[in-house]
């Protein structure tokens, strides 16, 4: 059979090997990683194909010459995703087109919400869902409240209603958002395709109705949260109209106590540098996480970090079969294009992958991970992570740390 390219897929590809490319150059001097010159040689590959992808899509939606055209911006985005989602079968979505899934016209999109803590690869995931073609990504909008976890009183009920807003792209009354994010403009530029009209006029990423009106074009939302509490996301959830899935990230605290220890933004808060209290976390998680899956079964997808990142092909294709987002000619014709070189992108992803989750086993003194484990005994049970004994345990080659798990009441 003849290989259609077909651009949804480029984008995708475009997307996941950017994705593969990050993480490489990232763990790149790690002692375990050290790129032949075959597989830079090959990542290349991977970029080319990105690069002659990104100029087909890369319609120009913001015009130069003074202040820009809202209409005219709007009209071409508007464009740009009806181009972009052209081959993409809605039926298997459950809609019958694109309409379906866009608020301007009266549909209501595919909803997301990656619930999360920090340093547990919600980095990551996020981008991997802001791959898919026509996603908005509503990056961390409780990022005003500072480093602290909201778990109830006095700020959970404000930060559920900005979460309900947001996603039904209603920006009026969220000051204290645009407020903090004319200050801090990785706020928005994480919302790559709110950032592309943005960058070159910051103000209009300020702006509730622009923000609200472009918003409301796109079929798939998603957000991540590290901030809030999975227990206080049954409030959302009952929302019949906003119909969201939830994806709970959870990851080995002593990887997340590693990942955080040289973060002077967890240097401030409790909430972030001390075990307990992360640990406590991943308890009222879990019992949250139970219950929510007997009302709302397949509203919700539990997945530790150490599993996407080990077994990223198979569980990108989970997650997009939990959102119920067609992966037929998304992954696949990416993997098929690319197996002819190697795949070494993937390949090397995979060795990298393998180690990155835990890295804590060899760089945190066992002094330390006794106290993470002293304090975590009950939320590492839950979840599946296996204790290790002492230092030679720890450190050893045979020690792996998942073990399997099961969500109940
Ligand atoms: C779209 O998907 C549906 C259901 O999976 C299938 O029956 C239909 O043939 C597909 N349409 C196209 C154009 O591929
Ligand atoms: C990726 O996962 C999908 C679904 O499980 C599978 O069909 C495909 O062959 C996998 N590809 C690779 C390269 O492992
Ligand atoms: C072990 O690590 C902790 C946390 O990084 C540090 O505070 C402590 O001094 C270390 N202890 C030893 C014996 O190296
Ligand atoms: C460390 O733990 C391993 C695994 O439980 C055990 O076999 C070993 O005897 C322990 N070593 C010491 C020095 O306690």
Redesign the pocket.
């Known amino acids: 059979m003849l290989r259609r390219v077909n651009f949804y897929s480029i984008c995708f590809a475009f997307g996941i090997s950017v994705l593969l490319i990050f993480v490489g150059s990232r763990y790149a001097d790690n002692t375990y990683y050290r790129p032949s010159i075959e597989s830079r040689r090959n990542v290349r590959n991977f970029l080319k194909v990105g690069d002659e992808a990104y100029t087909l899509l890369n319609i120009p939606t913001i015009l130069y010459d003074g202040s820009p055209d809202i209409k005219l911006l709007l009209e071409k985005t508007r464009s740009k995703i009806k181009y972009e989602l052209s081959k993409y079968n809605f039926s298997e979505f459950g809609a019958q087109a694109l309409e379906n899934l866009v608020i301007e016209s009266g549909g209501q999109p595919s909803r997301s919400l990656i619930i999360s803590t920090w340093r547990s690869g919600t980095t990551f995931l996020g981008q991997l869902l802001n791959a898919i073609p026509g996603t908005y990504y509503h990056y961390e909008p409780l990022l005003k409240y500072g480093i602290i976890q909201i778990r109830g009183p006095p700020d959970g009920d404000k930060a559920i209603d900005d979460i309900r807003s947001m996603m039904k792209c209603d920006y009026d009354g969220l000051e204290d958002y645009f407020n903090f994010g004319k200050k801090h403009l990785y706020q928005f530029s994480h919302n790559t395709r709110l950032w592309d009209h943005c960058k070159h006029k910051n103000e209009l990423c300020c702006d509730a109705d622009f923000t609200s009106r472009i918003c409301k074009l796109f079929p798939f939302q998603t957000m991540k949260v590290v901030r809030m509490r999975l227990r206080l996301i049954q409030d959302i959830l009952k929302d019949k109209e906003l119909n969201v899935k939830v994806i709970l990230l959870i990851r080995d605290p002593r990887g997340v106590m590693q990942s955080r220890q040289h973060r002077t933004f967890c240097q401030t808060s409790a909430d972030c540098w001390d075990p307990p209290l992360l640990c406590a976390d991943m308890i009222s998680d879990y019992v949250a996480a139970a219950r929510i899956l007997k009302h709302y079964p397949d509203r919700l997808m539990v997945l530790r970090y150490e599993e996407l990142a080990l077994q990223p092909n198979v569980t990108a294709y989970r997650i997009l079969k939990f959102l119920k987002i067609s992966a037929t000619g998304l992954l696949d014709e990416f993997l098929d294009l690319h197996t002819n070189v190697d795949v070494a992108g993937v390949s090397s992803t995979f060795r990298v992958s393998k180690e990155v989750p835990f890295k804590w086993k060899n760089t945190l003194n066992f002094t330390y991970v006794d106290d993470i484990q002293r304090a975590c005994k009950e939320a590492m049970s839950l979840w599946g992570y296996k204790m290790?004994?002492?230092?030679?345990?720890m450190k050893?080659e045979d020690?792996m740390p998942l073990d399997n798990y099961t969500i109940s009441q």
């Open positions: 290790a004994n002492n230092e030679t345990h050893s020690f």
